[in-house]
T-cell receptor
Framework: IAGITQAPTSQILAAGRRMTLRCTQD?????MYWYRQDLGLGLRLIHY???????GKGEVPDGYSVSRANTDDFPLTLASAVPSQTSVYFC???????????FGPGTRLTVL | AQSVSQHNHHVILSEAASLELGCNYS??????LFWYVQYPGQHLQLLLK??????LVKGIKGFEAEFIKSKFSFNLRKPSVQWSDTAEYFC??????????????FGTGTRLKVLA
């Protein structure tokens, strides 16, 4: 049972480059989320999806986009990375919107 | 704007000491409340949750939390901490507005260090 997997584990990226962080869950959860975790700021929601085919903006969506073509996958794309996007990114899922969330192991992204 | 406040950013305790971590939220409507824990090098996992019923909620590893609606609080407690409780603790609130739209907001976290 994998739960939620994220790839890559870590990445160093030049500013201006495009990057997609991958997230896959095998629990058939309807809702999925992307957070960034920064020291002193806790977890901030970037985007979410209540069900396949729908997405919504969270607290800090600028510079990020998501898609939810199917139940299992919820990739996060940085179209043109900037240093302020250096962070640890966590993907999460829940059975339904707002229920207990299950988190992936995170992706540590450094933008130079 | 709705917010979740964790006033203790860093807490250092000796083993067997009692723990209480504060969590306050600002939303006056319907809420569901959660505490998550992140052990060093690991991802977040649920400690306990409150949806309805008894406001004193018991979670894993001897943790409990009490929902006090009048104080907009959901403080986390443990009578006797262990070295293995060293971790970062996050309070989270799920708010539901009158249109049925929900928001899920995390606090900034409290780093607990337990000295052996």
């Amino acid at each position: 049972i994998a739960g939620i997997t994220q790839a890559p584990t870590s990445q160093i990226l030049a500013a201006g480059r495009r990057m997609t962080l991958r997230c896959t869950q095998d629990m058939r959860h309807n809702a999925m989320y992307w957070y960034r975790q920064d020291l002193g700021l806790g977890l901030r929601l970037i985007h979410y999806s209540n069900t396949a085919g729908t997405t919504g903006k969270g607290e800090v969506p600028d510079g990020y986009s998501v898609s939810r073509a199917n139940t299992d996958d919820f990739p996060l794309t940085l179209a043109s990375a900037v240093p302020s996007q250096t962070s640890v990114y966590f993907c999460a899922s829940s059975v339904g919107a707002g229920n207990e969330q299950f988190f992936g192991p995170g992706t540590r992204l450094t933008v130079l | 704007a709705q917010s979740v406040s964790q006033h203790n950013h860093h807490v250092i305790l000796s083993e067997a000491a009692s723990l209480e971590l504060g969590c306050n939220y600002s939303y006056g409507g319907t809420v569901n409340l959660f505490w998550y824990v992140q052990y060093p090098g690991q991802h977040l996992q649920l400690l306990l949750k409150y949806f309805s019923g008894d406001p004193l909620v018991k979670g894993i590893k001897g943790f409990e939390a009490e929902f006090i609606k009048s104080k907009f609080s959901f403080n986390l407690r443990k009578p006797s901490v262990q070295w293995s409780d060293t971790a970062e603790y996050f309070c989270a609130v799920r708010e539901v507005d009158t249109s049925g739209t929900y928001k899920y907001i995390f606090g900034t976290g409290t780093r607990l260090k337990v000295l052996a």
